[in-house]
C-alpha cells in the first residue's frame, strides 16, 4: 500500500502563488506516475497535472498550463505543484494521486483518475478576487 498526504493549501489572493507537496510513505517503490486533481464545490473532479517517474513526462490541464508546474522529488518521495497566476476558479481541493507502472503508455494513463489507485485526502485551495 502507498499513502500520500497533501499540504500547503491556504488562502491566497488572485494573481498570487502556492507550493503543494505531497508526501508518500509505504510501498513507495511501486509509484511510477504520479498527478494532481482537483474538486470544486459541485463540480466533479477534475485533472491539473501529472508526471512520470523520471520527470521527462508531463502533462497539463490547459486551464492550468503556463501558471502550474508539476515536479517531483523521488528520493525523498515527494512530489509538488508550484502554482501561480492564481485564479478565483483554481478555488478547489486539491488531491494528490499516485500509480504504478502499467504496460500502456498515453495521456489516458497519466490524465484520467480512474488509473490511479492511490489517492491522499487533498488540501484546500482558496483563492479570493
Known amino acids: 500500500q502507498v499513502q500520500l498526504v497533501e499540504s500547503g493549501g491556504g488562502l491566497v489572493q488572485a494573481g498570487g502563488s502556492l507550493r503543494l507537496s505531497c508526501a508518500a510513505s509505504?510501498?513507495?517503490?511501486?509509484?511510477?506516475?504520479m498527478g494532481w486533481f482537483r474538486q470544486a464545490p459541485g463540480k466533479e473532479r477534475e485533472f491539473v497535472a501529472a508526471?512520470?517517474?523520471?520527470?521527462?513526462?508531463?502533462y497539463y490541464a490547459d486551464s492550468v498550463k503556463d501558471r502550474f508546474t508539476i515536479s517531483r522529488d523521488n528520493a525523498a518521495n515527494m512530489l509538488y505543484l508550484q502554482m501561480s497566476s492564481l485564479k478565483p476558479e483554481d478555488t478547489a481541493v486539491y488531491y494528490c494521486?499516485?500509480?504504478?507502472?502499467?504496460?500502456?503508455?498515453?495521456?489516458?494513463?497519466?490524465?484520467?483518475?480512474?488509473?490511479?489507485?492511490?489517492w491522499g485526502q487533498g488540501t484546500q485551495v482558496t483563492v479570493s478576487s
Open positions: 509505504g510501498r513507495t517503490s511501486s509509484i511510477y506516475a
Open positions: 508526471i512520470s517517474w523520471s520527470g521527462g513526462t508531463t
Open positions: 494521486a499516485a500509480r504504478p507502472s502499467t504496460f500502456y503508455s498515453g495521456s489516458y494513463y497519466y490524465t484520467n483518475g480512474v488509473v490511479y489507485p492511490y
